[in-house]
Antibody
Framework: QLQLQESGPGLVKPSETLSLTCTVS??????????WGWIRQTPGRGLEWIGSVHYTGTTYYKSSLKSRLTMSADTSKNQFSLRLTSLTAADTAVFYCARQSGSYLVSESYFDYWGQGILVTVSS | SYELIQPPSVSVSPGQTASVTCSGDNLGDKYVCWYQQKPGQPPVLLLYQDNERPSGIPARFSGSNSGNTATLTISGTQAMDEADYYCQTWDTITGVFGTGTKVTVL
């Protein structure tokens, strides 16, 4: 059974950088038809796709976050990661990692497995 | 940027049919998927590519997508179906989630 587990700090200071890792077990991230995504959720904004990464290193990000966001995949550890800089209170959210499955074509893909989520609070 | 609009809430009596709409420009030209989320839990994929059900999802969940509107239909709604529901699509390679709908089973 595929499992995804987010890890990282629960509290980050404003202006600092958030680094989150998603560890995947039960399947390899190195499958061509899988991408791996990050989604966050706040009470006021619902679910928000942040970006996705393919094991080959291909990434695509939400345009409004692109200048602050970096994603990567580590096939040796079967993990993928997110790095978000210059945090503000507006970045406070539950962050989910998820498998994006269905096709190598992004337009045909969907998030079929999700981690439990990690609450990240941005506060001094 | 591309937007998907859902009604904030839908109420339904047990055993009846609930319909949740998701509106976006020319949405019928894109694939839509639907997620169910219960409090304190991550979303669960309900439907993908408009009307395909993953293994384990009951047949009472179905979907359609045409024109500017995609619709999630829950037939014979059960108390356990009370949850938040989100549609999602791709605008080229940008993921877009709907605003979410709370389905209440009265």
């Amino acid at each position: 059974q595929l499992q995804l587990q987010e890890s990282g700090p629960g509290l980050v200071k404003p202006s600092e950088t958030l680094s989150l890792t998603c560890t995947v077990s039960g399947d390899s991230i190195s499958v061509n038809t899988y991408h791996w995504g990050w989604i966050r959720q706040t009470p006021g904004r619902g679910l928000e796709w942040i970006g996705s990464v393919h094991y080959t290193g291909t990434t695509y990000y939400k345009s409004s976050l692109k200048s602050r966001l970096t994603m990567s995949a580590d096939t040796s550890k079967n993990q993928f990661s997110l790095r978000l800089t210059s945090l503000t209170a507006a970045d406070t959210a539950v962050f989910y990692c998820a498998r994006q499955s269905g096709s190598y074509l992004v337009s045909e893909s969907y998030f079929d497995y999700w981690g439990q989520g990690i609450l990240v609070t941005v506060s001094s | 940027s591309y937007e998907l609009i859902q009604p904030p809430s839908v109420s339904v009596s047990p055993g009846q049919t609930a319909s949740v709409t998701c509106s976006g420009d020319n949405l019928g030209d894109k694939y839509v998927c639907w997620y169910q989320q219960k409090p304190g839990q991550p979303p669960v994929l309900l439907l993908y590519q408009d009307n395909e059900r993953p293994s384990g999802i009951p047949a009472r969940f179905s979907g359609s997508n045409s024109g500017n509107t995609a619709t999630l239909t829950i037939s014979g709604t059960q108390a356990m179906d009370e949850a938040d529901y989100y549609c999602q699509t791709w605008d080229t390679i940008t993921g877009v989630f709907g605003t979410g709908t709370k389905v209440t089973v009265l």
